[in-house]
């Protein structure tokens, strides 16, 4: 759903021109292929080369795709790209503003960076809607932290207001899985599935819901 989500919201701007992009943090490579597979020319980068063995399976049938193994705040030369993808990163790091600088400082004026990441407001209010709320007075931190829950949960309004003090203008904002992670029942069958996917695309552009999905979205613009 999420990778449903993040590339209709991409789709205005992929089908304006064919792109040069750079995805940081890319892993598996699945979105790298839906972006190939419309045209456009990537370079794939990850820090875990484990991980990217497995996006070198997956890509196989298109050897003009570039995989590097580096990590985030080693990669140079983005000014090369018209487009800079960076989903679901920001949280894994002990520095997420710090990266978004360097990000920023190596960005080409005029290009986009395409940008999601665990939505830290969200959150809180799920684990409020569970009842959860001994891990809310905790931060949204316990001792044995589980490693597939992010350490560095992003609250969108910070992380805006820091993107346009870098120079950036905001070209679309969404949520993503606006609905579907407070659901008691998930969808069980296509057809459930389809009627939340629907909602999801009607009402993750619009507020009040967009600042509800798990992950936020933005495309930016740097100026």
Same mark, same amino acid.
């Given at each position: 759903?999420?990778?449903?989500?993040?590339? $209709?919201?991409?789709?205005?701007?992929?089908?304006?021109?064919?792109?040069?992009?750079?995805?940081?943090? *890319?892993?598996?490579?699945?979105?790298?292929? !839906?972006?190939?597979?419309?045209?456009?020319?990537?370079?794939?980068?990850?820090?875990?080369?484990?991980?990217? %063995?497995?996006?070198?399976?997956?890509?196989?049938?298109?050897?003009?795709?570039?995989?590097?193994?580096?990590?985030?705040?080693?990669?140079?030369?983005?000014?090369?790209? +018209?487009?800079?993808?960076?989903?679901?990163? @920001? %949280?894994?790091?002990?520095?997420?503003? %710090? !990266?978004?600088?360097?990000?920023?400082?190596?960005?080409?004026? *005029? +290009?986009? @960076?395409? @940008? +999601?990441?665990?939505?830290?407001?969200?959150?809180?209010?799920?684990?409020?809607?569970? *009842?959860?709320?001994?891990?809310?007075?905790?931060?949204? #931190?316990?001792?044995?932290?589980?490693?597939?829950?992010?350490?560095? !949960?992003?609250?969108?309004?910070?992380?805006? $207001?820091?993107?346009?003090?870098?120079?950036?203008?905001?070209?679309?904002?969404?949520?993503?899985?606006?609905?579907?992670?407070?659901?008691? $029942?998930?969808?069980?069958?296509?057809?459930?599935?389809?009627?939340?996917?629907?909602?999801?695309?009607?009402?993750? #552009?619009?507020?009040?819901?967009?600042?509800? *999905?798990?992950?936020?979205?933005?495309?930016?613009?740097?100026?």
């Amino acid at each position: 759903l999420r990778h449903i989500l993040l590339l $209709d919201a991409m789709q205005p701007f992929l089908q304006a021109r064919r792109h040069q992009i750079i995805e940081l943090g *890319g892993g598996t490579g699945i979105l790298t292929k !839906a972006l190939v597979e419309q045209d456009h020319h990537v370079t794939l980068t990850d820090a875990s080369e484990q991980v990217l %063995e497995l996006a070198r399976e997956l890509l196989a049938p298109y050897p003009d795709v570039n995989v590097w193994q580096v990590p985030l705040q080693d990669v140079e030369h983005l000014s090369s790209y +018209s487009m800079v993808i960076c989903h679901a990163v @920001l %949280e894994w790091l002990a520095e997420p503003f %710090e !990266a978004l600088t360097h990000i920023s400082e190596k960005m080409a004026p *005029g +290009s986009l @960076l395409s @940008l +999601s990441f665990f939505n830290r407001d969200a959150a809180l209010f799920g684990n409020a809607v569970y *009842g959860n709320f001994a891990y809310i007075a905790k931060g949204l #931190k316990v001792k044995n932290q589980v490693r597939l829950n992010p350490d560095n !949960a992003l609250r969108p309004a910070q992380v805006i $207001d820091y993107l346009q003090a870098l120079g950036f203008t905001i070209e679309a904002k969404a949520g993503i899985r606006c609905f579907h992670d407070y659901m008691n $029942d998930k969808p069980q069958s296509d057809d459930k599935f389809a009627e939340l996917l629907d909602a999801e695309r009607q009402y993750g #552009k619009q507020e009040p819901f967009c600042w509800l *999905g798990k992950y936020f979205y933005l495309m930016l613009r740097k100026t």
